[in-house]
């Protein structure tokens, strides 16, 4: 059974950088695509990043395109955002999924496994 876990959420000022980190066990981590999403209360569950199981495509929303950079290790079954110059509606709990597929997926629906997120807060 494939477990998630975040790491790395937080309270920034506007403009600072977070890093999140997700750590994936029970299965070959290169067999999964990945994607980070994020919610805020009393509203749907947001696409934000996804990356191909090899690493080499990956795809953001709008909102963060330019700002966030998505990543992983496959040797050390671990997966990252880089989150530069935030704002405060990047406020939200954010989630990393995993779908086991080549391919990087933008809707929630693909992903089999969600870990249990991770809190970020930028104040203005």
């Known amino acids: 059974q494939v477990q998630l876990v975040e790491s790395g959420g937080g309270l920034v000022q506007a403009g600072g950088s977070l890093r999140l980190s997700c750590a994936f066990s029970?299965?070959?981590?290169?067999?999964?695509?990945m994607g980070w999403f994020r919610q805020v209360p009393g509203k749907e569950r947001d696409f934000a990043a996804t990356i191909s199981s090899s690493g080499r495509i990956t795809r953001y929303s709008n909102s963060v395109k330019g700002r966030f950079t998505i990543s992983r290790d496959n040797a050390k079954n671990t997966m990252h955002l880089e989150m530069n110059s935030l704002k405060p509606e990047d406020t939200a709990v954010y989630y990393c999924a995993a779908v086991r597929s080549v391919n990087p997926g933008i809707s929630k629906g693909t992903y089999d496994y969600w870990g249990p997120g991770t809190q970020i807060t930028v104040s203005s």
């Open positions: 029970g299965r070959a981590f290169s067999d999964y695509a």
